[in-house]
């Protein structure tokens, strides 16, 4: 099981990672299939846990439930482009593995899933304080950008003051072009 949440956490990182792709109709297009492709996979997978009973039984469906919502999430998260809606899907994929992780310490009595319990909250609380602190991160450096472009703006705009007439207007809009402003 340690597998799978290993492989969700390197989809979470990979998905944050890609670029931002823009609402056009082939994102809304991945986006929908995206979608279609975790509720198809989610039905298959709850129907093999038809055949089993007991708390294995509950496993499976919890196990078939976070890939579902990983899976939506990421898809989501991609389609909405943004560090908010990455946090957010980070943090909805951490409450599904905390879900399924109590459901994996209900087999267990007395300490011993007390302490089971208490693993599987430590595990989304550090999951969720990771997403709003990668978020901060991000916020931070784009921040930072424009605080860069807008200071080598303004030394771009006193190097054209050297300047006078044609030249320094040319000098100014091609600053502008260059700065974004």
């Known amino acids: 099981m340690k597998n799978i949440f290993a492989i969700m956490l390197a989809g979470a990182t990979i998905g944050f990672c890609l670029p931002a792709v823009a609402a056009t109709s082939e994102a809304k297009a991945a986006y929908a299939a995206s979608n279609d492709k975790a509720a198809t996979d989610y039905k298959t997978d709850r129907a093999q846990?038809?055949?089993i009973t007991g708390n294995p039984k509950d496993i499976c469906i919890a196990t078939a439930n976070a890939i579902r919502v990983q899976a939506e999430q990421m898809a989501q998260a991609q389609y909405d482009g943004t560090p908010s809606?990455?946090?957010s899907a980070r943090?909805?994929?951490a409450d599904a593995n905390f879900d399924l992780d109590k459901t994996k310490c209900a087999s267990q009595n007395g300490n011993a899933k007390d302490v089971c319990v208490q693993q599987a909250k430590a595990t989304m609380i550090a999951a969720q304080a990771n997403a709003t602190a990668d978020k901060k991160v991000?916020?931070?450096r784009a921040d930072a950008n424009?605080?860069?472009q807008s200071a080598n703006y303004k030394v771009a705009l006193e190097k054209c003051d050297?300047?006078?007439g044609p030249g320094k207007d040319s000098c100014i809009a091609a600053a502008?072009?260059?700065?974004?402003?």
């Open 162 to 164: 050297g300047l006078a």
């Open 49 to 51: 846990c038809d055949a």
């Open 91 to 93: 943090k909805k994929i």
């Open 176 to 181: 502008k072009t260059q700065y974004g402003q």
């Open 146 to 148: 424009g605080d860069k």
């Open 138 to 140: 991000v916020d931070a």
């Open 85 to 87: 809606a990455q946090a």
